[in-house]
C-alpha cells in the first residue's frame, strides 16, 4: 500500500484513522534519519558559521540577523555536543510540518475546488511532500537562517489567513495583530530575505481588507512590535557602517546576467524539491485561478515573490538551491490539496510514479551521506578528487589536531585561505583564533582583527581545496609542513589534512571587495 493512499482495505481503522497513522509514521520516519545524520556527519560550512554565533554572541553579524546564533546559545553555553544542538533544526522542521499540515487541511474554505472530505488526505500530503524533498532533509538537520525563515513563513500564512477571514463578525482580535508583529519581528531577525515575507503579508491584507484597514489599531501595532524587535540589527549595522546590508547586495546580485544560469536554477530546483511538489504546485495555481479563489490567490503572494526574486537573482549567479525553502514550504499545503485531489479523481499511476522518483533521490541522497561519496570510490580516484560529501567529515578531528599543534608549539593562531575552511576550525579548535588570509572583508575580520606583525600561526590546507601557501610580500615568510591528517570512510580515504607552521607574518592583508564571496 502507497503510504500515503487514503484507503483502508483491512477495514481496521476510518480512513480518517490510517491517515493519522501514517502521518505519525512520516513524522517519526523523518525524525530518526535527522537524529542519526545529526549524531553522524561532523558541520557543514554554513552550519558551524552560525553554531560559532553562538560562542561570539553578539546583537547581529556581518553576513545574517543574529536569530540563527541566539536560539543556539543556550545550548552551546552549556557546552551541549553537536548531535543535541542539531536537535534545534529537527524541530523547527517538525514544527514546519505541523504548520504545513494544518494549513493543508483549512484550505478547502477558501478553494471551492477542494472538498472538505480530502482536507486530511491534503495535510498528510503537505507532511508527505515535505518529507520527499531532499533539500528539506539538509535544513532539517544544519541549522540555517532558511530552517528558521520556513517555519516563520508558514506561520506567518497561518496569522495572515486568520486576518483576512475573522472567524467572527467584525475586526480580528488584538491578539493576532501582536502575533503578527511578532512573527514579523523573528523573521527579521533570521534573514535579510524576511521583507519579501513581509511584502507579502502587507499585499495580501491591503488587497483583501482594503486600505482602510491602516485606519485601525491593529497593523500600526504589529509594525511597531516588529520594529522594536529588529531593533538590535539596525543598532549593531549602524555601529559598523552598515557592512550586512552592503554585503548582502553585492552577495545576491551575482555577476553578469544570464540566461542559462536561470535555467539551471529551475533544473536544480526540480532535483532539489522533487516534480511532485512541482506537478502539485502547477495544478493548484490553475484550480485557484479557475475558480477565482481570491483568499488563496493572495496567500500564494508567499511562494510567489521570494521565489520570483530568488530565480531572476539566479540569472546572475546569485543564487543558492536552499534559499526557496521558505516559499516552497508556502506553496506546499497548497500542492498537497492538489495531489488530493488527482489520487482522489483516480490519478494513481502517475502520483506514485513520481512519489517514488523523489524517495529514491533522497534514499541516494543518504546513502551518499553515509559512505562519504561514491562507495569504493576515494580522493585518489578522478570521481572524488572533488567530493562535496567529504566536506561533512573529518573536521572534528582537524580542528582537534590544529589546536594540539598550536599548543605544543607555542603558536598563538590558525590560519586559512578561505573563510569556508575558518568557519569549521573556528568551532572545533576553540578557542584559538581563526585568522583567514585573503584580501576580503568578513566575520572573522570583525571577531579577531589583524594578524600580528611578525607571528607564526598553524596554517591548515585540505585536501579537496586548491593549496596556495601564503608566503610573500604581504604574508609569511616561510610555510614548512608538520602534519597531516588523513580521514577515511569506509576503508577509502576520502580527503586529508596538511598542517603547516607559517612563520613571520609581515603585515595585515589588505581590505578589498565582498563579491564572490559564497
Not at 487514503?6 to 480518517?16: D, E, I, M, V, Y
Not at 491578539?175 to 511584502?199: E, P, R, S
Not at 559598523?240 to 553578469?256: E, P, R
Not at 485557484?288 to 481570491?294: F, G, I, K, L, P
Request: glycine fraction near 8%; charged fraction near 10%; aromatic fraction near 12%.
Amino acid at each position: 500500500m502507497h503510504l500515503l493512499e487514503p484507503s483502508n482495505p483491512a477495514g481496521h481503522f476510518t480512513q480518517g484513522q490510517a491517515l493519522r497513522r501514517r502521518l505519525v509514521a512520516m513524522l517519526g520516519l523523518g525524525l530518526v534519519i535527522h537524529f542519526f545524520f545529526g549524531w553522524l556527519l561532523t558541520l557543514s560550512v554554513d552550519e558551524a558559521h552560525y553554531m560559532y554565533y553562538a560562542v561570539r554572541l553578539d546583537w547581529s553579524y556581518f553576513d545574517h540577523p543574529p536569530l540563527v546564533g541566539w536560539i543556539q546559545w543556550p545550548l552551546v553555553a552549556i557546552g551541549a555536543p553537536v548531535g543535541v544542538i542539531r536537535l534545534i533544526p529537527q524541530a523547527l522542521w517538525l514544527a514546519s510540518c505541523l504548520l504545513a499540515w494544518n494549513l493543508a487541511r483549512q484550505l478547502f474554505r477558501i478553494v471551492p475546488a477542494w472538498p472538505p472530505r480530502l482536507a486530511e488526505a491534503a495535510g498528510a500530503w503537505a507532511v508527505g511532500l515535505t518529507l520527499l524533498a531532499p533539500v528539506m532533509h539538509v535544513l532539517a538537520v544544519g541549522l540555517l537562517p532558511d530552517t528558521l525563515l520556513m517555519t516563520l513563513t508558514l506561520a506567518l500564512m497561518q496569522v495572515t489567513l486568520s486576518l483576512v477571514r475573522p472567524e467572527s463578525a467584525g475586526a480580528p482580535r488584538l491578539w493576532l495583530w501582536i502575533a503578527l508583529g511578532v512573527l514579523l519581528g523573528l523573521a527579521g531577525l533570521a534573514k535579510y530575505t524576511a521583507i519579501l515575507a513581509a511584502a507579502a503579508v502587507a499585499i495580501v491584507l491591503a488587497a483583501r481588507r482594503g486600505l482602510s484597514v491602516l485606519a485601525t489599531a491593529g497593523p500600526w501595532i504589529a509594525s511597531l512590535v516588529a520594529a522594536v524587535m529588529v531593533l538590535p540589527v539596525l543598532f549593531w549595522n549602524a555601529t559598523h557602517d552598515w557592512v550586512s546590508f552592503v554585503y548582502q547586495l553585492n552577495h545576491g546580485t551575482g555577476g553578469a546576467w544570464q540566461a542559462r544560469r536561470l535555467a539551471a536554477f529551475f533544473g536544480v530546483q526540480l532535483v532539489a524539491y522533487g516534480p511532485l511538489l512541482f506537478v502539485g504546485a502547477v495544478v493548484a495555481v490553475r484550480q485557484v485561478v479557475r475558480d477565482r479563489a481570491r483568499d488563496a490567490a493572495a496567500l500564494m503572494l508567499f511562494f510567489a515573490i521570494p521565489f520570483a526574486v530568488t530565480a531572476w537573482m539566479s540569472g546572475g549567479g546569485g543564487s543558492l538551491p536552499h534559499w526557496t525553502a521558505p516559499a516552497w514550504l508556502a506553496m506546499t499545503p497548497f500542492a498537497a490539496n492538489a495531489i488530493a485531489g488527482m489520487w482522489d479523481a483516480g490519478r494513481h499511476a502517475l502520483i506514485k510514479a513520481l512519489a517514488r522518483t523523489q524517495a529514491v533521490l533522497c534514499l541516494l541522497g543518504f546513502a551518499v551521506l553515509f559512505c562519504a561519496g561514491i562507495p569504493g570510490i576515494g580522493q585518489d580516484h578522478p570521481l572524488g578528487r572533488k567530493n562535496p560529501i567529504a566536506d561533512l567529515w573529518g573536521w572534528d578531528d582537524a580542528g582537534a589536531q590544529a589546536r594540539a599543534l598550536a599548543v605544543a608549539r607555542g603558536i598563538p593562531a590558525l590560519a586559512v585561505g578561505n573563510w569556508t575552511l575558518a568557519s569549521r576550525l573556528a568551532w572545533y579548535a576553540q578557542p584559538l583564533p581563526i585568522f583567514v588570509i585573503d584580501d576580503r572583508v568578513d566575520q572573522f575580520d570583525l571577531w579577531f582583527g589583524p594578524m600580528r606583525p611578525a607571528g607564526d600561526a598553524i596554517y591548515l590546507a585540505w585536501s579537496q581545496m586548491p593549496l596556495d601557501l601564503p608566503v610573500g610580500a604581504g604574508k609569511f615568510a616561510s610555510c614548512g609542513p608538520i602534519d597531516t591528517l588523513e580521514v577515511s570512510r569506509l576503508g577509502r580515504t576520502v580527503s586529508d589534512f596538511t598542517f603547516y607552521h607559517c612563520r613571520n607574518w609581515a603585515a595585515p592583508a589588505a581590505p578589498g571587495s565582498n563579491n564572490g564571496k559564497q
